[in-house]
């Protein structure tokens, strides 16, 4: 069952101007050393960091608390499956805000989806609740 959808568009532009005013320190306020890593290792630097940002968006309106109630950009990293396939992974105030939403039973899946068609970046994230496989 799904249990939040989020959505979120960034423009690029304003992304890179924030990067070029205050670099590190916007940087490190919002993404995980991981995203980090892979958005600077890009040519297309600011795209990366506009789609993640769109990402961590649309995470915390799936979440149904924004940015606010203990959930912080740094809880919601975007991550890759081996597939290339991203997905969120959770921690601090998102994840024990994800485990209130879950019923009894069900583990969390989050489907993510994220594009860029400058000047803009899009992020759509479903969190579905699955039920947990019954002991026989």
Known sequence: ??????????????????????GARFTHRVFTDGERARCDARAARAEGY????????????????????????RDMEVVNLPSGQPTLRL??????????????????????SLTDDPPLAQAFVIIEALPLPVDS
């Open 1 to 22: 069952m799904i249990i939040g959808i989020g959505s979120d568009l960034c423009d690029i532009r304003r992304i890179a101007r924030t990067l070029e005013r205050h």
């Open 91 to 112: 921690t601090g105030g998102a994840a024990a805000r994800l485990a209130t939403l879950l019923p009894p039973g069900h583990a969390a899946h989050l489907h993510v």
């Open 50 to 73: 506009a789609r993640r940002f769109a990402a961590k968006e649309a995470c915390a309106k799936a979440l149904g608390t924004g940015l606010s109630v203990g959930v912080f950009w």
